[in-house]
């Protein structure tokens, strides 16, 4: 089946530790983003990649890293520099590269506690 | 500053009813709105929409926009309790997408 997974669906990290999100697509898309929601709040972006080996940070890039080895995956770093990582993260993918005419498709998300 | 802003931020109604959930937005370069229904987990795609005046149909629920007045509505007709859900609005500004906090809906049988 198409579409975007994402895992682990449930993660815990400890003070002081990074950890890292999955995200494969096999959509042949382009670019592929990564949101965080918190309740109450709407979507925001941190990071997005329109190409292989590039990316670039959106509205809350600082304490998260990103990599786009390739085309199908795009993995997110929590780092310790982020000192408030439990939200839920989602994924997101579009064909075309233009964010205001390409469809956003999203995986069903990780849900990052703090232990 | 670009925003976007949704009401109600919450809604309850009974099986049958009709709801409008509303989307106002200021951001610069405006080109397209776009609505999405998040059931449980991952928002899925309803409508984009770009022009003014147009309404969008797809069974049930509708929307248009109005660039005018800056805002878009979605209009959902006899509801169901499948309808239940987050509905977001977002708004693309440059290589962002700036979403709305949604309009959590609670249809009750």
């Known amino acids: 089946d198409g579409g975007i997974t994402q895992s682990p669906k449930y993660l815990f990290r400890k003070e002081g530790q990074n950890v890292t999100l999955s995200c494969e697509q096999n959509l042949n898309h382009d670019a592929m983003y990564w949101y965080r929601q918190d309740p109450g709040q709407g979507l925001r972006l941190i990071y997005y990649s329109q190409i292989v080996n590039d990316f670039q940070k959106g509205d809350i890039a600082e304490g998260y890293s990103v990599s786009r080895e390739k085309k199908e995956s795009f993995p997110l770093t929590v780092t310790s520099a982020q000192k408030n990582p439990t939200a839920f993260y989602l994924c997101?993918?579009?064909?075309?590269?233009?964010?205001?005419?390409?469809?956003?498709?999203f995986g069903a998300g990780t849900r990052l506690s703090v232990l | 500053e670009d925003k976007v802003v949704q009401s109600p931020l919450s809604l309850v109604v009974h099986e049958g009813d009709t709801v409008t959930l509303n989307c106002s937005y200021e951001v610069t370069n405006f080109r397209s709105l776009l609505w999405y229904k998040q059931e449980k987990k991952a928002p899925t795609f309803l409508f984009m929409l770009t022009s003014s005046g147009i309404e969008k149909k797809s069974g049930r629920l509708s929307s248009i926009l109005d660039k005018k007045e800056l805002f878009s509505i979605l209009n959902i007709t006899a509801t169901q309790t499948g309808d239940s859900a987050i509905y977001l609005c977002a708004v693309p500004n440059n290589n962002d997408m700036r979403f709305g906090a949604g309009t959590r809906l609670t249809v009750k049988p």
């Open positions: 997101a993918s579009s064909a075309g590269l233009d964010i205001a005419k390409n469809i956003q498709y």
